[in-house]
Nanobody
Framework: QVQLVESGGGLVQPGGSLRLSCAAS????????MSWYRQPPGKERELVAK???????NYADSVMGRFTISRDNAKNTVYLQMNSLKPEDTAVYYC?????????WGQGTQVTVSS
């Protein structure tokens, strides 16, 4: 049974930081492309960042220079370090694992940026 469990969301003031974690089980984690998506209120889900099995990373333009994705294959965990948070970063953040046509989602964690 595959599980992706996100944690680390919460309420933070503009300019603050959060670190999201996604712990995976039931997959050979090191083989998967791991990504973070987000879905702002009333909008579609969008890709935030991804890291390949080889460690290459890609980011949405809106988070470039502020967010950092990383993975720890020994812990089967992917992280998203979010700095300089803005109100427009408010969303439910989802973890995704993808290998070929096989993909899995976590349940999501809420991030709210507000003063």
């Amino acid at each position: 049974q595959v599980q992706l469990v996100e944690s680390g969301g919460g309420l933070v003031q503009p300019g603050g930081s959060l670190r999201l974690s996604c712990a995976a089980s039931g997959i050979i984690f090191s083989r998967y492309v791991m990504s973070w998506y987000r879905q702002p209120p009333g909008k579609e889900r969008e890709l935030v960042a991804k890291v390949t099995s080889g460690g290459n990373t890609n980011y949405a333009d809106s988070v470039m220079g502020r967010f950092t994705i990383s993975r720890d294959n020994a812990k089967n965990t992917v992280y998203l370090q979010m700095n300089s948070l803005k109100p427009e970063d408010t969303a439910v953040y989802y973890c995704n694992a993808l290998l070929g046509l096989r993909g899995y989602w976590g349940q999501g964690t809420q991030v709210t940026v507000s003063s």
